[in-house]
């Protein structure tokens, strides 16, 4: 059934109050879930998030044969020891991109995986080549047949190698840190992305016996070995730093006081620069930033904000950012670095009364202060789908925001946490 979310926006005013704990991050979770092929026992994980891509990825997972049970809300356990097969569900792949990091560890194990092309938020091309290039280069055969790439491990198993990816690929090295702890021989992966939520899952596989160095830098190191144990332990997913970051943008559009709790706010010091350099005012304290809003301004003529990799501005914070430069007086620019076709949605804040002129499909000029008023939109990604929550918000009147799939891809009980800090918003199913 398809739902939507109704807002009633604030109409610029500041008034949202109370906290927000942030849960544990998507893009962690998923991998150390994936990771769960490459132990001989099974693994624990707590503080998963209860998003849809967590489910699909156990959908994923128990298709081939895992045993994947919900201990408590947000306490997973995953025994992958006896996997009947290794083809990934073609629907199932196509849903999600994270689907993607499974060939690693299957591969490694089965010495044998089949796979579509991944599916994900259309947010640019996506490639795979870095894929296909590494698993040629551990020793594999690959070839395509019904639209799927079937990928064969060499006799006696995968080889280790040294790799300079073209560029950094947060899933490709998560991907082949797995594939290399069951290689023979040692890896070396040089310009890896540097993301915490890959150094987290390094150190829970380090934990339980992996030998990898170098995670968090551009060049890590693995010593292949044999199947992991987990001996029980449980891996703690480290706080979304998306998430945490987007509600900080909320609280700096429309809050009197927000406290976002439980984050780590060295996960996104790049946003909170920006954003302090644009008026905002922003406490950081451990485990916790409390923010307060109040009137933005351009700091400086032609203002320039750039997506990077980690430790950069993470892209997946480009779309409620804009909006936020909808809101702050003076002319910036966003310049998407990743991901091509990553400003589109900026149409729809258009039609809300946004000023933004498009260059071309990576760079736009915002021109604020302008009000929102209140639309029918449509989230085209889970990203730009939370921004258009932070843009009916802080908006003038009622929006609808439809497809509230994608924001549940991502995000756990959005409407729910948004309400306690004062948000006007319902879900209500599609006529
Ligand atoms: N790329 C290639 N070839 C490849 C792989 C990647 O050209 O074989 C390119 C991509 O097209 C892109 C760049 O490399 O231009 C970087 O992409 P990357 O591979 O790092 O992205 P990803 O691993 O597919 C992850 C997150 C994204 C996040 C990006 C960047 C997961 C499941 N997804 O994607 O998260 O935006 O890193 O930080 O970890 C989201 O959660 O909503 C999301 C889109």
Redesign the pocket.
Known sequence: MKENFLIEGLGGKYSLSGEIKIGGA??AA??VMASSILFEDGIRLGNVPEIEDVYRMNELLSDMGAKVKKEAPHKYSIDASALKHSDLDYQLSKR???S??LTGPLLGRRKKVSFPHPG??V??????????EGFKKMGAKIKVKDKRYVITAPEGGLRGMEMFF???????T?TFMMAATLAKGKTILKNC?M?P?IKSLADYLSACGAKIKGAGGTTIEIEGGGLLKSGGGTYETVPDR?EAGSFLILGACAGKKLSITNCRPEHFEALIGVLRELGAKIEVGKNKVVVRGGPLKVPEPEYQVKTH??PGL???LQAPLVVLLTQAEGESRIHET???GRLAYTQDLVKMGANITMWDSNRATIKGKTPLRGKELEGP???AGLAFVIAAIVAEGRSIISNVYLIDR?YENVEKRLSAVGVKIKRTANR
């Open positions: 998507k893009n998923l991998k999600m991109r994270a993607i990091v994900g938020c947010i640019g091309a996506r490639p795979i080549d870095l894929f296909l073209g560029l950094q690929s947060v899933t490709a998560e992305a993301e939520e998306i990799e980690y993470a892209t997946d990743i991901f091509e990604d889970i990203r991502g």
